[in-house]
């Protein structure tokens, strides 16, 4: 009788939960063995803990110092990016000892949406698993837009070429008619052709096979790891103090001409001072996305009870010692008003090109730095993304297409095509303003729902085995949930907009697909 009635209860309840036994019978076949419950066979343990900080690094360094720096610093926070660097780096940190924590006891694909439907029921997990669509897919396709204005800067560096406006911007871009667009003021973006198709090569190696990619993401991490500390040593003796001071954006700052030909006002207060500074913070907090994306790997990691936590902490560490340093020299090379017009696009390009004379070789070298930097961060963003869609689609709450496993490479193909088709349309027709704002918005909401979720384990669950534990956890939960909500307010009406449309699309398919669908509910 008792059973009966907590079966109707997980029928009927938003709020039904997913035990952390039940997650791990699921996955308690041997590595590359058949799914005890598909018979179709299960994610292949392939990545090492070095894998693993490599795949942090590769996701984490990429559009956010490249591209997302410049937009903080010219738009926000000056030369006060740092803080901002540091703001987002300290809310990190602390989301990433929840992460690590949740990874090293849950080694399971899913990332927060797992970690949500153990502690706070399914209805909160599939908003966090849909959350995560702005997170991972619509964070490859703001990276895949920097890739483009990357590339468009090496064919002209190179061969003084460069790809027509139109077919490398969007529909809501206008050419400003100046640096390589000279001549070609007013002219209207169509769409982003090379966004599509890097979108498309990644795409085909994450069909090939995880470890493939794995391998391709190590070469990578070295090269663009290796072009920043350049960058850093060779620009430091060209740094101009003058560009640092004020170290805050004054109220008194003016104007600046965008590349649409629009005005920005920093009389705003979300455009100078302490608020420009937080505003960056939620800008550039894009910038540290990867390091999470390390947890949907979890079930191809070979000892992930060790080597999450690790992959996760470490490669947070490296990139914030980094990033500290390069938007540091970033605004010390350039006035911050130019980040904001004819330096936007390609910005590391357009200040060494303009400030570190004789230096125009290393230009040319972090641009196809940057190029293959940006693709290892559209490769995990991809592989992260269809990691938490198999999931899901092994709980029944998004069609089984997701979890379809290819019988040769057991990698989830189909969804990896159905994600190519969905960013590619992001890409090709968004600015990457927009876009990554997006991405930022849902990230932090990510983050403040696993801080959350350790804090609710801990009491509902204080004698489960867990190999990791979040130090000083009543202090760091709460701290890191309040600061990155604090971002999330930060970030502009216009994206609380967007994230409410985007949850109202979700909540409409899971009350009339995956309620019905759920595996757990059908119990």
């Not at 619509?138 to 483009?148: D, E, P, Q, Y």
Request: net charge neutral.
């Amino acid at each position: 009788m008792e059973s009966t009635k907590a079966s109707t209860q997980t029928k009927n309840q938003l709020w039904a939960k997913k035990s952390i036994s039940k997650l791990m019978e699921e996955t308690a076949a041997e590595p590359n063995s058949l799914d005890p419950i598909s018979q179709e066979g299960t994610l292949k343990r392939t990545l090492s803990s070095t894998n693993l900080i490599a795949l942090g690094i590769g996701a984490i360094i990429g559009a956010g110092l490249f591209v997302r720096t410049a937009a903080a610093a010219g738009g926000h926070a000056g030369p006060g990016v740092t803080i901002s660097f540091a703001i987002a780096a300290f809310a990190c940190a602390l989301a990433g000892l929840c992460y690590a924590e949740f990874a090293s006891m849950i080694p399971i694909a899913g990332s927060a949406y797992t970690y949500s439907y153990t502690t706070m029921g399914e209805f909160i997990a599939w908003i966090i698993g849909w959350d995560l669509v702005l997170e991972y897919a619509l964070g490859a396709a703001t990276v895949s837009i920097g890739w483009s204005q990357y590339l468009n800067a090496l064919f002209y560096d190179f061969f003084k070429f460069h790809i027509p406006y139109q077919w490398c911007h969007s529909p809501f871009q206008i050419s400003d008619g100046l640096g390589m667009y000279a001549g070609e003021a007013g002219v209207h973006g169509i769409i982003n052709l090379p966004a599509v198709f890097i979108l498309l090569m990644l795409s085909m190696l994450l069909i090939r096979g995880t470890q493939e990619s794995a391998t391709f993401n190590n070469i990578i991490v070295i090269v663009k790891v290796s072009i920043v500390l350049l960058i850093i040593a060779l620009a430091w003796k060209f740094i101009n103090p003058a560009n640092h001071v004020p170290y805050l954006i004054p109220a008194d700052a003016g104007t600046a001409t965008l590349s649409t030909g629009q005005i920005h006002n920093y009389a705003d207060p979300l455009n100078h001072g302490w608020l420009g500074v937080l505003r960056g913070a939620g800008i550039v907090f894009f910038a540290f996305i990867g390091f999470d994306a390390v947890s949907t790997a979890a079930q191809e990691a070979k000892n992930p009870q060790k080597d999450m936590p690790v992959g996760i902490l470490v490669s947070l560490a490296i990139c914030t010692f980094l990033y500290i340093l390069f938007s540091h020299v970033l605004t010390g090379l350039a006035p911050y008003k130019e980040f904001m017009g004819h330096g936007g696009e390609a910005s590391v390009v357009y200040a060494i090109t303009h400030y570190m004379p004789g230096y125009e070789w290393l230009a040319s070298m972090v641009t196809v730095a940057i190029l293959a930097g940006f693709s290892s961060v559209i490769l995990v963003m991809l592989l992260g993304q269809t990691r938490v869609f198999y999931t899901m689609s092994k709980d029944g709450l998004v069609p089984a297409i997701f979890s379809k496993l290819h019988p040769k490479y057991k990698t989830p193909y189909r969804s990896q095509w159905v994600f190519f088709v969905f960013v590619s349309i992001f890409a090709a027709f968004i600015p990457d303003s927009v876009v990554g704002d997006m991405t930022s918005i849902g990230t932090l909401f990510a983050f403040v729902l696993v801080c959350l979720g350790i804090m609710i384990l801990r009491k509902t669950d204080p004698n489960l085995v867990r190999p990791f534990k979040t130090p000083f956890y009543l202090i760091v939960c709460p701290l890191g949930a309040l600061i990155c909500l604090a971002m999330i307010l930060s970030l502009g009406w216009e994206n609380w907009t967007r994230l409410i449309v985007w949850m109202g699309i979700g909540l409409l398919i899971y009350f009339v697909y995956g309620r019905y669908h759920s595996k757990l509910r059908a119990k």
